[in-house]
C-alpha cells in the first residue's frame, strides 16, 4: 500500500512538501519561501509523526502569535485522531508555563505577576528618578529607551557596551549609570514578586542549563517544531539549542527573505547559521508558490537575489497568467494619495471588493495624507500597525485589576489603580502604597486609606472590596466581571469616550469566560494582546465593505488580491536611520520583498519624488528624492513603469523642461 493511502493528508502535498513532512532522523530546515505552504507543511509533519508512532503529547510546536499557534494546532488536531493532545503556544506562553510549574525552584513566589512593556517601562521610570537621573543636568535616556536597551541586552544576548556602542551611541557615556540602574531594576522586580516578559525567556534558559531540571525538561519531548525561525532572538535560538542537546529532534520552519524584526533583536543569521548550530541538518526547500502570479514573483525575485548572502530561492508559480507589478512615479505624497484612491475605486468599480485590497506602509504615519484623502472620498478603511490592544489605558486599568487579584504586592498595578480614583493624585498613592507595604496589602487598607483624600474613599473602598472577592473567586470569568463592575464607572468617569471604552471591558470579560484558569488568562493578556480597541482605528460603520491599511510588519502572513506599496524612495527603502550597517540595509530590502509578496494579483508600488520638509507645515518647502535603490534595473525591467503627466522629474531625479537655462557666475564679482 502506498505511503498517501496510509497517510491521506499526504495527497494534498507537493513533493517538496512531502519530503519535509515524511523527514526521519535529525535536525530538519524547512526554508518555505513566501505562500508556499509552510503552515500546510508543518501541520501534515506533526500528523506524520503521530502517525508514525510519536505520542502526540511528545511534540512541542513553538510560533511567535497567538493567532499562529492556534492556528497550526487547531489544523493539526484536525489530521490526527482525536485523543491526541499536541502541545504548544508562543515562546512566551510556553516560558511562562515552565516557570509557573518551577517558580520556588527559581526563587519566584507562585503567584508572580508578569509585566507588560508599559508597566516595565514605568519601573524603569521610578528608579530613574530615585537615582536622580530625572534632575540630571545632562541629557540621560528616558525609560521606553532604558528598557528597549535593556530588552536588546537581554534577547540579543550581547553585551550591555556593545549594545549600546551599535545601537545608542549617544547614551555611552552614561553606561557605568544605565548598568547600575538595570541591576537595580532586577533586584525590584524580585521585590515586587514580578517578572518581565524577558525575565519569562531567561528563566527557561535557566531551567533548560540547570544540570537536574534541564534534562527531565528535554526529555517531556521528542520532537520540537519552531515556525517562523527566522524571527527568534539570539535568547530563543540558545533555548532551541538547549532542548536538542537533551535529545529532542528540532525542525525549524522559516524563510530568510522574511527575517524583518530586528527591531525586537531577532537576526537572519540565527537561521542562516542553523546547519551549524545542528549538525547533520537536512535543508528542504519550498519555492512553489500557491499565492501570487509569475509576473509578480519575478519582480520580487529580482529584489531577493540582490542579497549578499541568503539561502538560494526562486518562487515560482502554481497560478496560470497574471499581470506585470507597476511601479508609479508621482508629484508628492498628496499626488500619491489621490493616486491610489483612484485605483481602489476603478478596482471596485471593476468588481473588486475594497476587503480585497490593501495599502501597505513602512511606518504608520506614512498614509496620513491617503487617510485623509480617503475620508474625502468616503472610502471606508480600517488601519492595523501602531498601537497595541494592551497598550490602551482602559484595558491596562483592568489589566492592573487582574494582578492585583492574583498578586497584592504589586505596587506597579497599586499606583495605576488608585489613581483611577477622582481626587487621587502620585502623593496620596504613593503614601496608601507605604502603608500597605509589608505583610497582606488589603488587610492593611484601612490604616492606608487615611492617606488618600476624604472625598475618595468610598471609592476606594469599592475597589478594595471588589478585589478582597475577586481573590476569593478562583473562577476566571465570574472573577473578572465582579472587577470590571467596580471598574466601568471609573472608566466612563476618567475617559471622553468613556462609554465605549467599557465595551472592551465586556469583550475581555467575555474572553475570560472561555479561560481555564484565571491566572493563566492575565498572563495570556500580557504575553500576546489582542490586536484591535476602541482606542486604534475602528472597522467602518455598518459599511458594505472597507479597504486595508496597514504597516507591512503588522501584514506579515496575511495576503490581499490586490496590494499598494507606498512611499519606495530611499529614506524610507531603506528608511535613513536604518542604513548604517549593511545587515540593516539587508532587513530594509527584506522588508519591501515582504510587502510586495502579500499581492496575489496585482501590485503597485509609488514613487514620491518630491518631498515636503514640513508636510503639515503652511509653506511649500520642499526637496527631491530618489527611487529606493531597491528598485534596480532588473526589479524595473520586471515592472510597467508609469511616469504621470504633472510629474516634473525623471525616475532619478532629472529635470525635464523646455527652457533654456543660462549660467553665469558674473553677479558674484560685482
Known amino acids: 500500500m502506498s505511503v498517501t493511502a496510509d497517510h491521506p493528508w499526504l495527497e494534498q502535498l507537493n513533493p517538496e512538501q512531502r519530503e519535509a513532512a515524511t523527514h526521519s532522523g535529525g535536525p530538519l530546515l524547512i526554508l518555505a519561501g513566501a505562500g508556499t505552504g509552510k503552515t500546510t507543511t508543518l501541520c501534515a509533519r506533526v500528523a506524520h509523526l503521530v502517525a508514525e508512532g510519536v505520542p502526540s503529547e511528545r511534540i512541542l510546536l513553538v510560533t511567535f502569535t497567538r493567532r499562529a499557534a492556534r492556528e497550526m494546532l487547531q489544523r493539526s488536531r484536525g489530521l490526527v485522531p482525536a485523543s491526541s493532545r499536541i502541545l504548544g503556544g508562543t515562546f512566551h506562553s510556553v516560558?511562562?508555563?515552565?516557570?509557573?510549574?518551577?517558580?520556588?525552584?527559581?526563587?519566584?513566589?507562585?503567584?508572580?505577576?508578569?509585566?507588560?512593556a508599559g508597566d516595565a517601562a514605568?519601573?524603569?521610570?521610578?528608579?530613574r528618578e530615585e537615582a536622580g537621573h530625572a534632575q540630571s543636568r545632562t541629557r540621560f535616556p528616558r525609560k521606553a529607551t532604558l528598557l528597549d536597551i535593556y530588552s536588546r541586552t537581554v534577547n540579543a544576548q550581547q553585551p550591555l557596551s556593545g549594545v549600546i556602542e551599535e545601537h545608542f551611541p549617544w547614551c555611552s557615556e552614561h553606561r557605568e549609570a544605565i548598568s547600575a540602574l538595570f541591576k537595580a531594576y532586577t533586584a525590584r522586580k524580585r521585590a515586587l514578586g514580578v517578572i518581565d516578559l524577558d525575565d519569562l525567556l531567561l528563566y527557561w534558559r535557566a531551567l533548560t542549563r540547570d544540570e537536574?531540571?534541564?534534562?527531565k525538561l528535554a526529555a517531556s519531548f521528542d520532537h520540537v517544531l519552531v515556525d517562523e525561525y527566522q524571527d527568534v532572538n539570539g535568547l530563543?535560538?540558545?533555548l532551541?539549542?538547549?532542548l536538542a542537546e537533551h535529545g529532542p529532534a528540532v525542525t525549524a520552519v522559516g524563510d530568510d527573505f522574511q527575517a524583518i524584526y530586528g527591531f525586537r533583536s531577532a537576526s537572519a543569521a540565527h537561521i542562516l547559521d542553523f546547519p551549524e548550530h545542528f549538525p547533520g541538518t537536512r535543508v528542504v526547500t519550498l519555492e512553489r508558490n500557491y499565492r501570487s502570479t509569475q509576473p509578480l514573483l519575478d519582480a520580487a525575485n529580482a529584489v531577493a537575489a540582490q542579497a549578499v548572502r541568503a539561502f538560494p530561492k526562486r518562487l515560482r508559480a502554481e497560478r496560470d497568467g497574471g499581470v506585470r507589478p507597476r511601479v508609479v512615479f508621482v508629484r508628492d505624497e498628496g499626488a500619491q494619495a489621490a493616486e491610489v484612491c483612484d485605483r481602489v475605486l476603478e478596482a471596485r468599480e471593476q468588481g473588486a471588493e475594497l476587503r480585497a485590497q490593501a495599502v501597505l506602509t513602512r511606518t504608520s504615519h506614512d498614509s496620513d495624507l491617503l487617510e485623509l484623502e480617503l475620508t474625502r472620498r468616503r472610502i471606508p478603511f480600517v488601519k492595523y500597525g501602531g498601537l497595541?490592544?494592551?497598550?490602551?489605558?482602559?484595558?491596562?486599568?483592568?489589566?492592573?485589576?487582574l494582578r492585583l487579584a492574583d498578586n497584592g504586592a504589586d505596587e506597579i498595578a497599586w499606583f495605576r489603580i488608585l489613581q483611577l480614583i477622582e481626587g487621587v493624585g502620585p502623593v496620596s498613592a504613593n503614601k496608601a502604597i507605604g502603608i500597605m507595604a509589608h505583610g497582606d496589602r488589603l488587610a492593611a487598607w484601612p490604616e492606608a486609606r487615611e492617606a488618600i483624600p476624604a472625598?475618595?474613599?468610598?471609592?476606594?473602598?469599592a475597589l478594595i472590596n471588589a478585589l478582597i472577592a475577586a481573590r476569593a473567586e478562583r473562577r476566571p470569568g465570574p472573577r473578572a466581571e465582579g472587577l470590571r463592575e467596580v471598574l466601568a464607572p471609573l472608566v466612563k468617569q476618567r475617559y471622553p469616550d468613556g462609554a465605549l471604552r467599557v465595551q472592551d471591558l465586556d469583550q475581555l470579560v467575555a474572553a475570560a469566560h472561555e479561560a481555564r484558569d484565571a491566572r493563566h488568562f492575565v498572563a495570556e493578556l500580557v504575553l500576546d494582546p489582542p490586536n484591535s480597541s476602541a482606542d486604534i482605528a475602528q472597522p467602518p460603520h455598518l459599511d458594505e465593505d472597507y479597504l486595508t491599511l496597514s504597516t507591512i510588519h503588522s501584514a506579515k502572513g496575511l495576503e490581499w488580491d490586490s496590494v499598494h506599496v507606498l512611499a519606495v524612495y530611499d529614506g524610507n527603502f531603506p528608511a535613513c536611520m536604518s542604513a548604517g550597517t549593511s545587515e540593516s540595509i539587508d532587513e530594509e530590502r527584506r522588508l519591501l520583498y515582504v510587502g510586495m509578496t502579500r499581492a496575489r494579483r496585482t501590485l503597485h508600488l509609488y514613487v514620491p519624488v518630491r518631498y515636503h520638509h514640513r508636510p503639515k507645515g503652511t509653506d511649500d518647502a520642499h526637496g527631491y528624492g530618489k527611487p529606493s535603490r531597491f528598485l534596480t534595473d532588473d526589479?524595473?525591467?520586471?515592472?510597467?513603469?508609469?511616469?504621470?503627466?504633472?510629474?516634473?522629474?525623471?525616475?532619478?531625479g532629472e529635470v525635464r523642461t523646455s527652457r533654456r537655462i543660462t549660467v553665469s557666475p558674473d553677479s558674484l564679482f560685482d
Open 95 to 116: 516560558a511562562h508555563r515552565l516557570v509557573r510549574r518551577h517558580a520556588t525552584a527559581l526563587g519566584l513566589p507562585g503567584g508572580f505577576g508578569v509585566l507588560d
Open 122 to 127: 514605568d519601573v524603569l521610570d521610578i528608579l
Open 455 to 461: 472625598a475618595a474613599r468610598a471609592s476606594a473602598d
Open 212 to 215: 537536574v531540571v534541564g534534562p
Open 236 to 238: 530563543q535560538a540558545d
Open 240 to 242: 532551541v539549542r538547549g
Open 388 to 401: 497595541r490592544y494592551l497598550e490602551a489605558a482602559h484595558v491596562k486599568d483592568f489589566v492592573a485589576l
Open 635 to 652: 526589479v524595473l525591467a520586471a515592472c510597467d513603469v508609469k511616469r504621470l503627466p504633472d510629474d516634473p522629474l525623471s525616475p532619478y
